[in-house]
């Protein structure tokens, strides 16, 4: 089976940074797209950001130029840097991969949340 463990969220202040990250492990032939989705409470959860195996990377208007994205295909480990955060970043952030097992098993899988709080 596969794991997605997310690690790094929890409390900033406006302006401050905060560092995700998650880590694969399990049966992974190929890992493909990987990124972050967040959800806040009351709202549907969005897509923040995304990388493909290959680097290309993606990210929703609102986080463009205060979040990085980055991963590290031999560690199987995505991260998210979060700069300049604000009071609207607080949500649970979640991690999901597009992963290929074998030839006939592959899908999308999550990671179990990690909650950010940033104080005004």
């Known amino acids: 089976q596969v794991q997605l463990v997310e690690s790094g969220g929890g409390l900033a202040q406006a302006g401050g940074s905060l560092r995700l990250s998650c880590g694969a492990s399990?049966?992974?032939?190929?890992?493909?797209?990987m990124g972050w989705y967040r959800q806040a409470p009351g709202k549907q959860r969005e897509l923040v950001a995304s990388?493909?195996?290959?680097?290309?990377?993606g990210y929703a208007d609102d986080v463009k130029g205060r979040f990085t994205i980055s991963r590290d295909n031999a560690k199987k480990v995505v991260r998210l840097q979060m700069n300049s955060l604000a009071p609207e970043d607080t949500a649970v952030y979640y991690c999901?991969?597009?992963?290929?097992?074998?030839?006939?098993?592959?899908?999308?899988?999550w990671g179990q949340g990690t909650q950010v709080t940033v104080s005004s």
């Open positions: 999901y991969a597009d992963i290929v097992q074998d030839w006939t098993s592959r899908g999308t899988y």
């Open positions: 990388i493909t195996r290959g680097g290309t990377t």
């Open positions: 399990g049966t992974i032939f190929t890992l493909n797209t």
